[in-house]
């Protein structure tokens, strides 16, 4: 049985796009803490274009092409830095 993901991949956006707008609304956690979150997104879509350049180049998995993964993956080890530092150092909320 084959299954495709993709679907529930993008289903899966539409709670964290929630949980997005109620950590904005809510001010629970201090600004730099809420770009990390909001960064995920960033890698999430970078992770998509390396994909599919991975595909239409190489015609291989994302996971093959260690460059292209490596720098994806990168943008993941950004937006977890940008979290940890704004749980560390809190930063008052805009305003």
Known sequence: ??????????????????????????EALPLMAERGFQLTLLFVAVTIGAAIAALRCCSAELVEIDWLHGGAEAFLSLSNTVLMIGLLYPNPKKG
């Open 1 to 26: 049985m084959n299954f495709d993901p993709a679907p529930l991949f993008a289903a899966s956006l539409i709670p964290y796009l929630l949980f997005l707008h109620w950590l904005r609304k809510s």
